[in-house]
């Protein structure tokens, strides 16, 4: 079957049976049918990104044997892993990364639990590739889409993460974040002003312990209290504005970087938290957003719902910590049409390493991203209706 037939398929509804995960997987051995030809196609890949070169005289000429994962240089004979230091850093397997990314990259989103099964790999790598990918994804969400309050999407909060309460339902996290974000002088409440005082410096002495690399270190570094604009800090640091925007991420999922309305960002700290008249005004937003009277326009609404019922239906239920992850899922499956072969592979060799420790620290933010309808050709305008 010619790929385009199979689009054709896959374009008429949400749900992929088992019929056409089998059909694609058939495809996608056909093409791959090794190990070595995975690797090989993501080493190709590699070359085509023009992202691999020498880890010691950056020489962009790598000798290497086809599937072979070590390449040597001929110019200083070292030996280079392709895959070290790169998203890709300290895979096992080639295979399963490479048939999730393909898969994806047909709008085919399925999740961790099947994905499992399907590829043959346990639960939890499983897991790990899903949640990779989507730190990936949702980095892209940034100019595509509407910010939201993350409590709209309060109905999908069924699983419990490591930011849940003991004994607490998972929407507590909801609660708590929201909580942590209330404006202390609205609450007037001392011992809450001190809590979140207390909170936000523990993490602000955290920040000074963590280990940044050589990017993320420099762009840290250059950023202040004061808000700077993207493009001027990639000038300051006089780096392209990739590894800028993927140092930004880091910073921002490690919690020491604020971004701002406009493409600007600040250091993360105490004043920033409780002074910074932008924050004071999301936070304001927030609120009004919280606040049951407020009434999401019509279209507003009818995203947010054609969001639930995606998450409803392929992941029954999420943890608020990784929401975004979900909408960023959801974002794949709706730009299937327009979506571009290769893209997602793309993106992946220019991200920057993400280690497990980044995955368990990262919390989705206040306000989400939520992808626009992929048939945004107008809102329906009946019956607007409150949250
Ligand atoms: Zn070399």
């Known amino acids: 079957m010619s790929d385009n037939s199979l689009n054709f398929n896959l374009f008429s509804g949400l749900v992929v049976t088992d019929e056409i995960l089998n059909v694609l997987l058939r495809q996608f051995n056909a093409k791959f049918p090794t190990e070595k030809d995975c690797l090989e196609e993501l080493y190709r890949r590699a070359k085509v990104e023009n992202v691999f070169c020498c880890r010691y005289c950056k020489n962009k000429k790598i000798e290497k044997k086809y599937g072979d994962r070590v390449g040597k240089c001929p110019r200083c004979y070292q030996r280079t892993w392709f895959t070290g230091g790169t998203f890709f850093n300290r895979i096992r397997t080639a295979r399963p990364w490479l048939l999730a990314i393909w898969l994806m990259e047909r709008g085919v989103v399925i999740s961790s639990s099947r994905f499992h099964k399907f590829a043959g790999i346990a639960q939890s790598s499983a897991l790990n590739i899903f949640k990779k990918i989507m730190m990936v994804v949702q980095n892209h969400m940034q100019e595509v889409g509407e910010t939201l309050p993350s409590s709209f999407f309060e109905l999908v909060f069924f699983k419990r993460s490591r930011e849940t309460k003991a004994r607490e339902h998972p929407l507590s996290e909801q609660e708590e974040m929201e909580k942590q974000l209330a404006v202390p002088a609205v609450s007037g409440d001392a011992n809450c002003e001190k809590d979140i005082y207390n909170s936000l410096e523990a993490k602000e002495k955290e920040s000074l312990g963590i280990e940044f690399d050589r990017c993320e270190k420099e762009v840290y570094d250059i950023l202040s209290a004061d808000p700077i604009h993207i493009d001027t800090l990639c000038q300051k640091a006089k780096l392209p504005v990739n590894k800028i925007s993927a140092a930004l991420t880091m910073l921002e999922l490690r919690g020491v970087a604020v971004r701002l309305a406009g493409d600007r960002y600040t250091r993360y700290t105490v004043s920033t938290e409780l002074k910074g008249s932008e924050l004071e005004t999301s936070k304001i937003k927030l609120k009004l957003f919280s606040q049951p009277s407020f009434a999401a326009s019509a279209g507003i609404k009818e995203l947010v719902d054609a969001a639930i019922s995606f998450i409803r239906n392929k992941f029954h239920g999420v943890s608020r910590k990784y ?65």
């Open 323 to 387: 929401l975004q992850n979900y909408l960023a899922a959801y974002w794949l499956e709706l730009a299937k049409p327009k979506w571009k072969r290769n893209l997602l592979l793309k993106w992946c060799w220019h991200f920057e390493p993400i280690c497990y420790k980044q995955i368990l620290a990262y919390v989705s933010p206040v306000e989400v991203k939520l992808p626009p309808n992929a048939s945004s050709a107008g809102f329906s305008k009946s019956g607007v209706q409150s949250f």
